[in-house]
């Protein structure tokens, strides 16, 4: 077997003469092997040599393998892990991989198992160097790091690039990626969620206004496209921008140019443009919601972030990440989850994806007195999640469907009439009703 790259491996044995056969076996095979008697030493090399996998036997003195892979997952997280006993059991399997352990053998290992083993396991490992563009994005998900590579090539030139997921998938994480990861890393990298201002402010906003231009605007002020001059424009929920100022994007888009409000001067752009959105944009184009037009110049890449569910093998990694970054913020005395609270985290449905695991890990860490997280909390934090507020474009959209309801219940479908009492013409207000699938005709007696 050769390996697709040269690869660090760390042995981990107390028992030299098995350290010195597993070194040697490997050595032929053309990794770069490095060893450890015991989990303190593999600790200490971990911080002074390039590592890329760790492989560790699982009874040992002072420090047995399941508590180092809990040590390295604190300072390195996502280092794969690859553990070997010879009083294995499908239970210690189970329980060890839930915990983020990334393959679990039992001796004598089948020589092939271990290999490709080993070879999945580099595929997955994090990236080091000139990743680090990526640094903030902790996974081994296939999925995942499939898309961080199609990330990375996308970054290289300008095209625009959409980004679908669901509410807290993490995707202005992965648009600051992309920035990061382009040549135009050095400069500014702007964001604004679209569906979170009024019409005219999100206006205002983008493409800056000239002094007297509305009531307030008593001086000039530059938009957003200026301010990204050079850099990235991130437009979070680009799904919820009102239709009359999609039109206004397009032409930005088509000409690299933006004129301020009230201003009758074109100024020239130089701005890469990321977008992103929960929505089905073909749904919404379908009921005439988002244009066509702009919605084909916004994706000429589209990314897909897959929910947290289905990424759950990287729940782990996350999780004692996430858990060590607040630990140090916080109470440092906390060090890691017990077993049992782990599988909690493993077994939740996580309808608020990453944003709901960041709640829950700083819920852990703020209410603890202990070093180690127990179930009942994790469950405690599980459930104040189930009552917690929702995002601020989740609770406008809840107000407009009950607002919207009521209205057609006290005008019993009257479209005209409700309308009026909403201060919006006909055309606008069957918009609305469209894009929260409500029909008058239900209402009516």
């Not at 090399?45 to 604190?74: C, H, N, W, Y």
């Not at 947290?308 to 607040?326: C, F, G, K, V, W």
């Not at 890691?336 to 990453?354: C, E, I, Q």
Request: glycine share 6%.
């Amino acid at each position: 077997m050769t390996p697709r790259k040269p690869a660090n491996l760390l042995l981990v044995d107390d028992d030299p003469s098995l350290l010195k056969l597993l070194g040697m076996r490997l050595t032929s095979e053309g990794f770069n092997i490095t060893t450890a008697e015991s989990g303190q030493e593999a600790l200490r090399l971990l911080t002074r040599e390039k590592i890329d996998l760790v492989i560790s036997d699982l009874r040992m003195d002072e420090m047995d393998g399941m508590a180092l892979f809990v040590e390295i997952q604190k300072h390195q997280p996502g280092m794969p892990v690859i553990i070997l006993t010879a009083h294995g059991s499908i239970p210690d399997a189970v329980a060890a991989t839930q915990q983020g352990v990334f393959s679990f053998l039992t001796k004598p290992v089948d020589r092939d198992a271990l290999y490709k083993a080993i070879d999945a396991a580099l595929e997955l490992s994090i990236p080091a160097g000139d990743d680090s563009w990526r640094e903030s994005i902790v996974t081994r998900s296939p999925v995942m790091l499939r898309l961080l590579e199609q990330a990375k090539m996308v970054a290289q030139s300008d095209v625009s690039v959409l980004i679908n997921g669901q509410s807290g998938t993490g995707k202005e994480v992965l648009a600051q990626a992309i920035h990061a990861a382009s040549p135009r890393a050095k400069k500014a990298f702007i964001a604004i969620n679209c569906g979170a201002l009024p019409e005219q402010l999100l206006e205002s906003e983008l493409f800056g206004h000239a002094k007297g231009a509305f009531t307030g605007a008593v001086s000039s002020r530059e938009g957003l496209f200026q301010a990204a001059e050079g850099g990235t424009l991130f437009l979070d929920e680009i799904g919820d921008m009102p239709l009359s100022l999609q039109v206004k994007l397009l032409r930005v888009l088509q000409e690299r140019k933006v004129r301020p409000l009230g201003s009758n001067r074109d100024l020239s752009i130089d701005v890469r443009i990321i977008s992103a959105t929960h929505r089905d944009l073909p749904k919404a184009m379908a009921k005439n919601e988002f244009r066509e037009d702009l919605y084909y110049r916004l994706n000429v890449v589209n990314l897909k972030i897959p929910a947290l569910h289905e990424r759950s093998e990287d729940i782990p990694l996350l999780a004692n990440h996430l858990l060590r970054e607040s630990a140090k913020r916080h109470k440092p005395f906390v060090r890691s989850f017990s077993t049992d609270a782990m599988k909690r985290l493993m077994t939740a449905s996580w309808p608020g994806n990453v944003r709901q695991l960041v709640n829950v890990i700083e819920q852990c860490v703020a209410l603890t007195s202990a070093p180690v997280i127990s179930e009942a909390l994790v469950e405690q934090a599980l459930e104040g999640e189930n009552t917690a507020l929702p995002t601020f474009v989740e609770a406008r959209n809840q107000f407009e469907l009950n607002y919207l309801r009521k209205l057609l219940q006290i005008t019993k479908g009257n479209v005209t009439q409700a309308a009026r009492m909403a201060g919006r013409n006909r055309t606008e207000f069957y918009k609305l009703l469209s894009r929260h699938e409500l029909d008058a005709n239900d209402f009516k007696e």
